[in-house]
């Protein structure tokens, strides 16, 4: 009986040896699940960033990441505008599928929220064991509703749960998950506390108090969107004496803090400017911090925006070409308003200085972030994992047959890319819409408008839209494209 009971132990033993053994092999070979940090910029430009063409404006931290990790040239945004370009991310779906598909307010605070039988990438991979945490700007869900943050997958929140109230800088209030943060410091009009600031606290916190265990860190900055407005310290001084400019003349704010309208601005170039490089302080603040902590190894880093340039409050996206020579800005489907800068680095794992053309979009994000993660994969996706490309085995990477996007402002809009063809439908609410096409390699700047030449090429794309869209009841568009 002690023969038997001794044999079992050293069976315990060795087979309590081999896992050990084999689980330190894996974690030597970086098997290991990475943390997750993806950074998305609000209506940073194609072209405001150095190493999209940028002169004016220096950001040296991101430039840095792109120069040590891959860049994106043809990667795009969700849609043209906030809260359903964040719905797709989020989803994994494009416009004709996702739950969110426009900016519809909700008073008196947020927006349409993302419904109970919505799946987010947060809840994926919180699912597999991850800390989930989103410190800027959300959008897709006012506290107490089913797209609250807590809702949708993450551990902790900080920031702007609505999106109206992210047009100030200086705000009455944050939102930490459930709890409301005043902020007694800022009025009407006085600037006591810099929202931006407080998350960035808040962000690089996250990251000391989960260093132990994988993380997704999803930091969706409000910079540079809508109001500009900041402090007077280095990032603006650095501009200040830099651009022959004049004065932006707001409306500024009434009687009450979230009302429409924008304050006014002594120097708005210097001021965008500084807001763009604060952000790109940010952004290496938060390399540093994943640094000190021994984390880069095992942390892949994403940085996009949510569509593109603005012209709120002063902006002068042509002053400074933050659409990087594409017609459009923020709201158009023309390149300049959905193409967005994508830049991914992973040390060691992601090679240095590469440069991807790989067409993708948003939607591309959640199967990528759960095979990373190993988790669950999505009850559904519009999209494709772009681990292949990232990891340097780009014959192994599946493609897209075709891209859509549709916007539900100015009367409606349509737009779907194949290859190297793009059709934008305008006025789809009239039943009666133009249509624009574009051979993007023989005219990436969307100049000649060849759909009269090319009515098979229209019919096919046409085609492809009808396919593409669902009508939506909350966020209907058309109900077919004829």
Known sequence: MKVLTLIALKKTFLVVLIVTFTSSIFAQSGNKRPNIVFIMADDLGY?????????????????SLAQSGMKFDNFYAGTSVCAPSRSSLMTGQHTGHTYVRGNKEIEPEGQEPLADSVQTIAMLLQKAGYTTGAFGKWGLGMVGTT????????????????????HRYYPTHLWHNKQRIELDANGLMA??????????????AFIDANKDKPFFLFVPTVLPHAELAGPADEYYMQYADKFDEKPYRGNDYGPKATVPGYNSVEKPHTMYASMVSRMDAYVGQIVERLRQNNLLDNTIIIFTSDNGAHKEGGADPNFFNSSGGLRGTKRDLYEGGIKTPFIAYWRGKIAAGKTSNYLGAFWDIMPT????????????????????TLLGNSKKQKQHDYLYWEFHED????????????LILQKVMSGAPTMELFNLKQDPKEQNNIAADNPKKVMELRRLIEKAHVESTIFPLIKKVQ
């Not at 609250?148 to 900080?158: M, N, R, V």
């Not at 519009?382 to 292949?388: E, K, L, Q, R, T």
């Not at 009367?411 to 793009?422: D, I």
């Open 47 to 63: 072209g405001d960033l150095g190493v999209y063409g940028q002169v004016k404006i220096e950001t040296k931290h991101i430039d």
């Open 147 to 166: 797209g609250a943050p807590d809702q949708k997958g993450f551990d902790e929140f900080y920031g702007y749960n609505c999106q109206r109230q992210s």
């Open 191 to 204: 600037q006591g506390q810099y929202a931006p600031a407080l998350i960035q606290e808040r962000t690089l």
């Open 369 to 388: 972030m759960v095979e990373l993660a190993k988790a669950d994969k999505p009850r559904y996706t519009d999209g494709i994992s772009i681990v292949p």
């Open 411 to 422: 009367g409606g809009r349509q737009a779907v890319r194949k290859g190297n063809w793009k």
